[in-house]
């Protein structure tokens, strides 16, 4: 299935860069970052010197870091003009010199794509990048001016994530076609800027050593390339954070190998017969209502919520059948989703009309006061469990999700009693 992929999207925006360099829309990486944007006459003092390179290498010496970024990324989306916003955050150190992971870097990329090209970045990617990889279905969120966002939100199939990086494992040529020059391709995944050990960073590549680098995204998105054992390794997850729990990457250690493994039939025979008493196992989660009252208390009324990390201004439960019902979700600016949310153990699925991105749900009774939501952005990365925990006039919900650390706690009433 297409599958958000996460910051593996600056990766693709580093090779759109090397397309635009490659074909002259851009001179080289070198240029002066201010130079596409004259109509912004005053900013923050790194902007003198900042090129492109140091965007891409997330050396621009700006006061934005994974420690601050969500508060920036929070006043980001209120303003109508991105660039400006970006180009007035405090300068803390020289360009070029000190790593320092910013998304904004990216979507000034974005903005130069742009800019550059007369392309916003979905139609520069598609013709230059995606067709010729055959790379039909992708889905890439982009804001209110229509530029995509360059640091994330590019939603790719895993296959086509295979055909990148066959691409970057043959520096640049698909199919004995050129697409990419391969100065650009070894220029990218280089080491630039040095980080622990043999590490470091490249045009936004993370760079293992001499033979290995990987595309990253949070949740576990990874297109991982190895020129010395001649392999690509593509991963998708969500709802937890494989990256600060080093799953993927203690995978791809223990499983690339020069020779092949011998057959370890034993073993495949064992995996089978978990797979298949996977399939029975109907599920661990209580399915006998319990709590035949407390319906009545919670579905078909009117849920109003305090501010929350989900941004849900209201809610309903709305009564279909005896064992499925409508999870119908309003947010601040009034727009209404219904998602069809069964009661048991089965999910249901609901397609985004817009990105085509997929999302399962399911409800069911923890307790006898409390009933739970399963909402899996299932071809994205979060996956979110909503509690609710009923009292007298109002209602405490928990809204819990392992990828972004959310653990709200706030309080919902009943629309008659608020």
Same mark, same amino acid.
């Given at each position: 299935?297409?599958?958000?992929?996460?910051?593996?999207?600056?990766?693709?925006?580093?090779?759109?860069?090397?397309?635009?360099?490659?074909?002259?829309?851009?001179?080289?990486?070198?240029?002066?970052?201010?130079?596409?944007?004259?109509?912004?006459?005053?900013?923050?003092?790194?902007?003198?010197?900042?090129?492109?390179?140091?965007?891409?290498?997330?050396?621009?010496?700006?006061?934005?870091?994974? +420690?601050?970024?969500?508060?920036?990324?929070?006043?980001?989306?209120?303003?109508?003009?991105?660039?400006?916003?970006?180009?007035?955050?405090?300068?803390?150190?020289?360009?070029?010199?000190?790593?320092?992971?910013?998304?904004?870097?990216?979507?000034?990329?974005?903005?130069?794509?742009?800019?550059?090209?007369?392309?916003?970045?979905?139609?520069?990617?598609?013709?230059?990048?995606?067709?010729?990889?055959?790379?039909?279905?992708?889905?890439?969120?982009?804001?209110?001016?229509?530029?995509?966002?360059?640091?994330?939100?590019?939603?790719?199939?895993?296959?086509?994530?295979?055909?990148?990086?066959?691409?970057?494992? +043959?520096?640049?040529?698909?199919?004995?076609?050129?697409?990419?020059?391969?100065?650009?391709?070894?220029?990218?995944?280089?080491?630039?800027?040095?980080?622990?050990?043999?590490?470091?960073?490249?045009?936004?590549?993370?760079?293992?050593?001499?033979?290995?680098?990987?595309?990253?995204?949070?949740?576990?998105?990874?297109?991982?390339?190895?020129?010395?054992?001649?392999?690509?390794?593509?991963?998708?997850?969500?709802?937890?954070?494989?990256?600060?729990?080093?799953?993927?990457?203690?995978?791809?250690?223990?499983?690339?190998?020069?020779?092949?493994?011998?057959?370890?039939?034993?073993?495949?025979?064992?995996?089978?017969?978990?797979?298949?008493?996977?399939?029975?196992?109907?599920?661990?989660?209580?399915?006998?209502?319990?709590?035949? +009252?407390?319906?009545?208390?919670?579905?078909?009324?009117?849920?109003?919520?305090?501010?929350?990390?989900?941004?849900?201004?209201?809610?309903?439960?709305?009564?279909?059948?005896?064992?499925?019902?409508?999870?119908?979700?309003?947010?601040?600016?009034?727009?209404?989703?219904?998602?069809?949310?069964?009661?048991?153990?089965?999910?249901?699925?609901?397609?985004?009309?817009?990105?085509?991105?997929?999302?399962?749900?399911?409800?069911?009774?923890?307790?006898?006061?409390?009933?739970?939501?399963?909402?899996?952005?299932?071809?994205?990365?979060?996956?979110?469990?909503?509690?609710?925990?009923?009292?007298?006039?109002?209602?405490?919900?928990?809204?819990?999700?392992?990828?972004?650390?959310?653990?709200?706690?706030?309080?919902?009433?009943?629309?008659?009693?608020?």
């Amino acid at each position: 299935m297409q599958h958000d992929i996460a910051s593996c999207t600056k990766s693709v925006t580093s090779l759109l860069i090397g397309i635009a360099i490659d074909k002259g829309f851009i001179r080289d990486e070198n240029e002066l970052v201010r130079k596409y944007f004259p109509e912004i006459k005053s900013y923050s003092p790194n902007f003198e010197t900042l090129t492109i390179k140091d965007l891409l290498t997330m050396s621009s010496g700006l006061d934005c870091r994974s +420690n601050n970024e969500d508060a920036l990324f929070a006043q980001l989306f209120k303003v109508s003009d991105w660039p400006a916003f970006i180009f007035h955050i405090p300068s803390i150190s020289t360009p070029g010199k000190k790593f320092s992971y910013c998304s904004c870097n990216y979507y000034l990329l974005a903005e130069i794509l742009f800019r550059a090209t007369k392309q916003v970045p979905e139609k520069f990617a598609d013709k230059y990048l995606f067709k010729p990889l055959d790379i039909t279905h992708f889905y890439w969120t982009k804001n209110d001016k229509g530029i995509n966002y360059g640091w994330g939100d590019l939603a790719l199939k895993p296959r086509d994530m295979a055909r990148i990086g066959r691409l970057l494992l +043959n520096d640049g040529v698909w199919n004995g076609t050129r697409v990419i020059s391969e100065t650009y391709i070894r220029k990218a995944t280089s080491i630039h800027i040095p980080l622990d050990g043999d590490e470091g960073y490249g045009y936004g590549f993370w760079v293992d050593n001499a033979h290995s680098f990987n595309a990253v995204g949070r949740g576990g998105q990874r297109i991982h390339v190895d020129r010395l054992y001649n392999a690509i390794v593509v991963a998708t997850g969500g709802g937890y954070n494989w990256d600060e729990k080093g799953g993927i990457d203690d995978i791809i250690g223990r499983s690339i190998h020069r020779n092949a493994l011998p057959e370890n039939r034993p073993a495949a025979d064992s995996l089978q017969k978990a797979i298949a008493f996977a399939k029975k196992v109907e599920s661990i989660l209580p399915v006998k209502n319990t709590a035949a +009252n407390q319906e009545k208390i919670l579905f078909n009324r009117q849920l109003i919520f305090e501010k929350n990390s989900l941004n849900i201004s209201t809610a309903r439960f709305l009564t279909v059948t005896g064992k499925d019902m409508v999870f119908r979700v309003t947010d601040p600016s009034g727009k209404k989703v219904d998602y069809p949310l069964p009661v048991g153990t089965a999910y249901r699925y609901f397609t985004d009309p817009f990105s085509k991105h997929i999302y399962a749900f399911r409800g069911y009774w923890k307790a006898p006061d409390e009933f739970i939501v399963d909402f899996n952005t299932l071809t994205k990365i979060n996956k979110n469990s909503i509690g609710f925990k009923l009292k007298d006039k109002e209602i405490q919900v928990t809204i819990q999700e392992e990828t972004q650390k959310i653990n709200d706690t706030v309080r919902v009433y009943f629309e008659e009693n608020k």
